[in-house]
DNA sequence: TATTAATAGTTGCAATTGCAACTATAGTGG
DNA sequence: CCACTATAGTTGCAATTGCAACTATTAATA
C-alpha cells in the first residue's frame, strides 16, 4: 500500500501558512496586551470583564450559566467557577431559574456595573490602538466581512 | 472637575464592536477545533506541534530555549516546562549551549519529527477546512495584508 | 579587574483550566 | 406513573499557566 493518497503531506502556500500564523499570533498578542494592560492598573482579567459585559447588556442584568457560557465561549464547568469568583467579589449574585430548577442564573451586581465601566477606557484604548486605528471605515468592513465567512462554520 | 474629556466612554461603532468580536471568537474557535481534532485522535496539544515544527523547521533542529520562545510566543518559564515535558516524552533533547554558558538547547529527535509529521494532516485538514478554504487566493492575500498592519505594531 | 546591571533559565506556589465522574432536574415514551 | 435519556450544573483531581523569587552567567563600566 505505498504511494497512497498523498493527504498526508498537504503543503500551504506560503501565503496561506502565514495568514494563518499571522491570524493566530496577531490575535494572540492583542489579548495578551489586552491582559497586560489591565492587570498594570491593577484590574482582573480580560475574562472578567466579558462576562460582566454579557450580563450588563442583556435586558435585566440576568442570565442563565447555560447562556453566559454560550457567549463567552466557556466550558460549562468554568462558568460555574468563574461565577463563583464573581460572586465572591461581589461583582455578580447567583439565584435559581424560575422555570428550571436545574438552572442557575448570575446576575451583575452594581459593583459589578461599575468595574465594568472603570475597565473599559483601558481595554477599548489598548483594541482601538493596536487593532481599529489600522483601519479605515471600509476596510474594517471588508475585514468584518472577512471574518464572518470564517464564523459561519463556527456556531455551534 | 465635572465635564470633563469623555475619554472615559468612548463608544464603538457597530462595526468597530463586531470585527473585534469576530475577531477574537473566530480564531478562539477555530484553535478549539484544532485541539479538540488533535486531542480525539490521541495526539498532544497544539502547543508541542508548536514546538516541534519550530524546531524542525531550522536548520540543525536546535534552538535555544529563548529563541524557541519568541518564536511560539511563550513565556521563559513555560518553555523551560514546556521543553522538559517532550524531553520525556523523548521528542526533543536538551543541551547546553556552546557559547553562553546560560543558555540551553533543545533540538527535535527522530521521535519527534515522526509524531510532527502524523500530526500535521490533522491540524492541516482542521485549518483548511474551517478557514482557508472560505477564500480565493486574492482574497487570501488581502486577508493577510490586513493581518499584517496588526502584526506591525505587534512585534516585540 | 571589581562592581553592577542585564540576560537566560529554573523553580515553588497559587490560580486557572480540562477532564471525568457525579447530582439533580427535565423531558419522553411506554 | 415508571423507566430512560438528556440537560444544567457542580466538584475532585490532574495538568497547565502565571507570578515572583532565585541561580548562574554574561555584558557593561568605572
Redesign the pocket.
Known sequence: MKGNKSSNDAKWTETEASTWIGLVQAQQSLIEKVEEEL?KKGFP?L?WYDVLWELERVENGML???DL?KRVLL?????????Q?LEEEGLVE?GQ?PN?????TASITQKGRKLRKKMWPVYERVVRENFLCKFNKKELKEFKNFIERIQASGLS
Not at 100 to 104: H, S
Request: charged share 40%.
Open positions: 492587570k482579567a475574562s442563565r450559566l447555560n457560557g466550558d460549562k464547568y468554568n462558568v460555574t467557577r468563574l461565577a469568583r447567583r431559574c428550571d430548577g436545574r438552572g442557575r
